[in-house]
């Protein structure tokens, strides 16, 4: 009887960490350069999705689960509580539902920084963008039908 092959999958996963760690790099630009040029929550949530699937295929789904234990219907709910709230705080202050405000600070090391009410929007939606992608996929993949 012959003994079954070990594999050796280093390359793999130091690969894989390697590329996760550009794309989340990359969605991190994206996410912040996102209210002043084309990025944002949405496609820097699914750059993080894209990345997040990337640990998944690369390392067995038993210690993805150990290493990242988020229930995404949670993450899905906190994204949605954050980007209404942005909305509705704007309406406290007698605007109309999701008006943006922003104004410049004179941070130590950065120097002149806009901060405006989109980033937490967008913080909003970016948290939504993960948690369904990564739902749909992840409820797919372990569909034993």
């Known amino acids: 009887m012959r003994k ?9 996963h130091t690969l894989t960490r390697v590329v996760t760690f550009l794309i989340l790099a990359f969605s991190v630009y994206l996410f912040f350069a996102g209210h002043n040029n084309p990025g944002g929550g949405f496609i820097g949530g699914l750059m993080t ?7 998944y295929l690369g390392f067995d789904m038993k210690s993805m689960k150990k290493a990242l234990p ?27 539902f999701l008006t943006q405000f922003f104004e ?13 009410t989109a980033l937490p929007f967008d913080l909003g939606i970016y948290l939504v963008v993960v948690g369904i992608a990564l739902l749909i996929i992840l409820t797919i993949a372990e569909d034993d039908a």
Request: aromatic share 10%; charged share 5%.
């Open 104 to 116: 410049y600070y004179q941070l130590p090391i950065l120097g002149e920084t806009e901060l405006t």
């Open 49 to 55: 999705a894209c990345a997040l699937l990337l640990m």
């Open 4 to 12: 079954p092959i070990k594999s050796n999958e280093v390359m793999l």
């Open 70 to 96: 988020f229930n995404y219907t949670t993450i899905i709910a906190v994204g949605l509580l954050i980007s209404i709230a942005t909305g509705v705080s704007s309406m406290l202050f007698g605007y109309p």
